[in-house]
């Protein structure tokens, strides 16, 4: 049995940010794409919304950044921002030249051109996308092309254990080598080597209880990162979207925020709106703010939810404008046309995460992260509607120049120790995983969620910590499984979110703190960072080598 493959690039994570980062390299050499599931199955396919980028007459590159800083609350890097809007353009021609199917209307001139809808926080119509199903479109399209290209070996079904890096293997060159990686399928671990490592393992709002995002945004690429020594950034920017699906028999389905941005309103319970109380914008507030109110207005009257409302629409404007959301409600007998759709708060983007520079270089030579287990320092405090998917495009594009002009000058090295489970037995105790999953999430929601307090995050702290001590044990103990991996990851995640809600004395954007209501201002904004060994205790500092 082979127990390494070898490749230029590896690439971890199949979503917009891996899929396109492949198809830009494939060309110059062997590339590994590794899917923890089917390779469709991610947050990308997911996403209803569309991708940002300024293509109207009356709009322009500084006012989408001036949009995003706005949203981002102080923290945003205008170069990051800037660098990011203005490659916008050229990644929708992109995907045009690819054949993502985006949604087109009649020009006055006769013409066929890109409709443009409009969503919280944007002063002009620019988000692209295909009906209210553009991830579909856009994972498809990516998936088609990748499977069709000699140079890329997909491993579907296969998940990332840890980094190989060149201190814990002993070369006198500290680099990403490549990684561990678990086949679900037969439950062997093999060597993946390559001259260069990407992650584009997504984000990690599993680590709460409720989420729009699929089972697999645990958090993985993240975890892996600050286990191999890599530097974390703003972890306490936990993006809730704020109308996720409320029905018993609906898991984690988003209504996306285009419905606000045609028209939709909130209501209370009771038919009342009440986004005029919280903001002049209204539903189209930046996200943080409307999942704020929602929260307040749920907890002050004690319902369940709250309503979204676009019947006032016609029919017609509806089912061809929102098809997936209409068909989807409809099958558990809400129809739009006449009547509020149930939603409430939950957990939808991971703003912070493994810090890289603007080709996505982490502290790690080798090693590169892009997407939403990056942090670029684009999103600030918090993400504006759209600008992730473009965010993905744009970074895997700079990543993958950067990758191309010195991939050649490294050498490939072989001399990596192969997986040893010697001294693991199988588990005869996986209720100890489940255990523990269903608890972090929900320890996480109730202190660490929307609304934060100073003893929230202690009681959060003090669990986190007995729970990484059971997983080290169980971790060091037993033969791993895709649960374990993704549970450790998550407790690893969740530790760090912990951490740097506890060190910003503020609230800013996403972080909401009863016990520092207020903002200490634009002059006093910075970022939170956090470095492998001296950011994190003995007790929680698990190690990752078997």
Known sequence: MSISNQHDVLIIGSGAAGLSLALRLASNGPVALISKGPVNEGCTYYAQGGISAVLAEEDSFQSHVDDTVNAG??????????????????????LQQLGVPFTKETSPDGSRVLHLTREGGHSFR???????????ALSNTLVNHVRQHASIDVYEN??????????????KHNRCVGAYILNKNTGHVKRFLAKTVVLATGGASKVYLYTTNPDCSTGDGIAMAWRAGCRVGNMEFNQFHPTCLYHPEAKSFLISEAVRGEGGKLLLPDGEQFMHRFDQRT?????DIVARAIDHEMKRLGAECVYLDISHRSAAFIKSHFPTIFKRCLELGLDITREPIPVVPAAHYTCGGVMTDMNGRTDIEGLYAIGETAFTRMHGANRMASNSLLECLVFAGSASKDIIKNIADIRLEKKIAPWDESRVTDSDEEVVVTHNWDELRRFMWDYVGIVRTNKRLERAMRRIQLLQHEIYEYYSNFRISSDLIELRNLAQVSELIIRCAMERKESRGLHFSLDYPDSLGEQSAKDTILTP??????????????
């Open 73 to 94: 609350a102080g923290l945003c890097d205008p170069d990051s921002v800037r660098f990011t809007i203005e490659h916008g353009p050229e990644n929708i021609r992109w």
């Open 126 to 136: 620019r988000i692209v996308h295909a009906a209210d199903a553009t991830g579909v």
């Open 158 to 171: 296969h998940i990332a254990v840890d980094l190989i890096t060149g201190s814990k293997q002993g070369l």
């Open 533 to 546: 060994g001296k950011d994190n205790k003995p007790a929680a500092n698990i190690q990752a080598v078997k």
């Open 283 to 287: 539903e189209l507030a930046p996200r």
